[in-house]
């Protein structure tokens, strides 16, 4: 058995820089070229191979890779049954089905006996199956969106992210197909045999998504109002207090959701917080 790990990645589209961005900040130190296949990570045992989107799930189902980073949308379409082991916090999409504005169509019940197209067959044919909405599914390889137009489909089923393809191509979406991000997968042997090396490479990307969503804050604050203090402060566990040398002083620190901090400012000074501090977080490990 190989003693070091194999982790694929896409070396093209929406998923590649963000993931390179998480494996060096997870502290990774490899060196990545645009016709580079395989990066040596220089502290710790472990090959990051780069190959074209569609091949990430063949090269960890095959177990050329031990790990891989694909999309929700790819694995459930290719139907590889690999073990999910972390969603990632990026990439996110949804498959959604989507009509010409000025049709009357408005749920995917109303597609009975039309035409879909799509480049997620498998998946699409699934989501209707389901439902029990008979539909024929077109399977076509790119340019979704012109489908309609073309008369090739009275539907479509396509990765919506921000919605202003569908837009600028005169589609509204009426219903959505499948939630999408990017996610790390395993091998099933090496899930088996290697089940604490790939632990290992998890926790570091979880660690880092985790801090990803929080900031540390710092502030003193009256002693007496403590308790309405730790009401606002909902942190991975009850924060910190610290006596400070003048009397009836502490100094707080917690950690809060990101997307918290503005929020609670105002209310922390109103409540009699001061010298408040926030702080970006490297890593977490809860």
């Not at 070091?4 to 998923?15: E, I």
């Not at 699409?124 to 073309?150: Q, W």
């Not at 998890?202 to 009401?231: C, F, H, W």
Request: proline share 6%.
């Amino acid at each position: 058995m190989r003693e070091r790990l194999r982790l694929a990645v896409p070396n093209k589209g929406r998923l590649v820089e963000p993931t390179i961005e998480l494996l060096h900040d997870a502290g990774l130190v490899f060196e990545e070229h645009d016709r580079s296949l395989v990066a040596r990570v220089q502290n710790y045992d472990l090959d990051v191979l780069f190959v074209r989107t569609n091949d990430v799930i063949e090269f960890v189902g095959d177990g050329v890779a031990d790990l891989g980073v694909t999309g929700e949308d790819l694995l459930t379409e290719s139907g590889a049954e690999l073990p999910r082991l972390r969603s990632l916090g990026y990439g996110r999409c949804r498959l959604a089905a989507a009509v010409p504005n000025d049709v009357p169509y408005r749920t995917v019940e109303d597609l009975a006996g039309l035409r879909v197209a799509t480049a997620h067959p498998n998946t699409t044919r699934r989501f209707f199956e389901e439902r029990r909405i008979p539909v024929d599914v077109i399977p076509i390889s790119g340019a979704v969106e012109v489908a309609p137009r073309l008369g090739l489909a009275e539907a479509i089923v396509d990765l919506v992210s921000t919605g202003s393809t569908l837009v600028m191509n005169g589609l509204r979406a009426i219903g959505d197909v499948l939630e999408s991000e990017a996610i790390l997968v395993a091998n099933p042997t090496a899930h088996r045999q290697r089940s604490g090396d790939l632990a290992a490479i998890d926790t570091m990307l979880s660690a880092v998504i985790a801090a990803r969503g929080r900031k540390y804050l710092m502030m003193n604050a009256p002693a007496a109002k403590l308790a309405e203090l730790e009401t606002l402060l909902p942190g991975l566990e009850s924060p910190s207090i610290i006596p400070l040398a003048h009397e009836g002083m502490i100094a707080i620190h917690a950690v809060v959701g990101a997307d918290e901090v503005w929020g609670l400012l105002p209310r922390l000074k109103a409540t009699g917080a001061s010298g408040i501090l926030v702080l970006p977080i490297e890593k977490i490990l809860p």
